[in-house]
C-alpha cells in the first residue's frame, strides 16, 4: 500500500467512523468532548542505531519524540507496519480496529514532505525538526507536539486505546529497528447541555 493509499484510507476511516450518519453526535460538539489521558508510551530503539527517548506534556494529551541517530539508516528497505486497538471500558479483550503492515517507510516521508494533500489528510499540528529523507543521516531528530486526538479515530467510547508503530528492516537482518507503543485512555463526558 502506497502513502497516498494510506491517507486515502484514513480519510475513509474519519469518513466512516467520524461522520456517521445520525440525529445527534456522540458528544455535543461544543461543550462534549473527548478527555485523553496518554497512561504510558513504551519506545525501544536498535542500540546500535539509535538511542531514543519520548516525553509526555503537562496535562498528558501529547507528547514528543527525540531520536540521537548514530548510524545511517535506509542502506535496506525499511517497513513501517500500524496497529490501533480499544479494550472497551466495559470489555476485557483489545480489539483491533486498523491495521496497515508493510509500508514503505522512505515513501511514507517523501509523500509526507512533498505532498500538500497528505499533510491535509493526515491533519496534525505535530512538529518534525526536520525533513526526512532516505538514507536517514546520522544526527538528532525530534517529533514535538504529537496529540493524542491525532493518532485516534474522531468518535471515539470509553476505554483504553494502543497506538503502535514500528519499523523493520525488510532483509530480515534486524527483527525490529524501533517500535512506539502509546497507550492512552479515552473518556468522552457525558453531561448536561
Known sequence: MNIVQLALCFSLFQTIFGNEIQSKSLWDEETQKPI???????IFGYSRYMKVSAYKNAN???????????????SNFLIMNLKL??????????????????????????EYFSSNMMRYFLKSEMQFSDVITCPVRVGNYSL????????????????????????????GEIAKVFALQVTTEIRVPIGST
Not at 36 to 42: C, D, G, K, T, V
Not at 86 to 110: K, S, Y
Not at 144 to 166: H, L, R
Request: glycine share 6%; proline share 4%; net charge neutral.
Open 60 to 74: 498528558n494529551s501529547a507528547f514528543s519524540l527525540n531520536v540521537v541517530l548514530q548510524q545511517e539508516m535506509g
Open 36 to 42: 485523553y489521558h496518554i497512561q504510558r508510551i513504551n
Open 144 to 171: 514535538n507536539n504529537v496529540s493524542a486526538k491525532d493518532i485516534y479515530p474522531p468518535n471515539v467510547q470509553n476505554g483504553t486505546y494502543k497506538f503502535f508503530v514500528e519499523v523493520v528492516e525488510g532483509t
Open 85 to 110: 486497538r480499544v479494550r472497551p471500558a466495559e470489555g476485557t479483550t483489545f480489539i483491533t480496529l486498523l491495521q496497515l503492515r508493510n509500508l514503505d517507510l522512505c515513501g511514507f516521508f517523501t
